[in-house]
């Protein structure tokens, strides 16, 4: 596996973990970023939207836990592994964690061979989730073809505009989820153009014209969903 292609959020307040850690992370040619305490690690996760963050508990300004569900926030971090280094190994504190939004556990004192064996079995199974993700739904009688931009409804191929078919497709995903404007802004227009509520409104008017109206419920005041 070509470890040049993962970034690492490496947060501690403690200066010689974090220079030990870098030092083997970079080692076996992982890109390493760096933090010392939970803001830091929030306006950094944002910014390089790094593939796994290792993320201490007990810090200054803002604590492990907080920092984990502040990235948990953005939805762009959603598949971003997060594991917490910790020197506390009750079942309590592990349990919140993982409320928090934690994927996994390594406890201080950390041996480097382990650590990096508990980092690339993570990262396969990542990788292996990426490269299953489907291109093809069915759901609620439609087929839903991501690579050919076609919707099928019984014997009828609908062709939606580009931006219409990301937002079924999206909504059609996670049948039943509801998804926020902010949600469906971010995952088909992106972060850098600003549309307003008016804009995604009409698309899903066109939308339920062309595959029907029983398909995708809006939610009032938080956003859409697809019936599955």
């Known amino acids: 596996m070509d470890n040049s292609k993962f970034s690492i959020l490496l947060v501690d307040d403690e ?9 083997n992370l970079k080692k076996e040619g992982y ?52 594991v917490f ?35 690339s079995a993570l990262l396969r199974r990542h990788s292996a989730k990426d490269q299953l993700q ?10 839903i073809n991501q690579e050919r931009f076609i919707i099928t409804k ?26 926020t404007r902010d949600e469906i802004f971010q995952k088909v227009w992106g972060n850098d153009v600003i549309v307003g509520d008016r804009t995604i409104d009409v698309h899903i008017r066109k939308i339920r014209e062309k595959i029907g109206m029983e398909y995708v419920k809006t939610i009032k005041g938080v956003g859409y969903k697809f019936n599955r």
């Open 31 to 82: 890109k390493v970023i760096t933090a010392n305490n939970g803001l830091r690690a929030v306006e950094k996760a944002k910014k390089h939207r790094p593939t796994l963050i290792l993320m201490d508990v007990m810090m200054p300004e803002m604590d492990g836990m907080l920092a984990v569900k502040e990235i948990r926030k953005n939805f762009e971090l959603n598949d971003t592994i997060i």
């Open 154 to 179: 019984g014997n009828e191929e609908i062709i939606l505009p580009n931006k219409e078919f990301k937002i079924v497709f999206l909504l059609a995903s996670a049948p039943d989820k509801v998804f």
């Open 134 to 143: 489907k291109v093809v739904l069915e759901v609620n009688g439609l087929i």
């Open 85 to 119: 280094l910790t020197a506390r190994a009750e079942d309590y504190s592990q349990i919140s964690g993982f409320e928090a939004g934690a994927d996994d556990y390594i406890t201080k004192p950390i041996k480097p061979t382990v650590l990096i064996s508990k980092i």
């Open 15 to 23: 200066e010689d973990i974090v220079e030990f850690l870098s030092y």
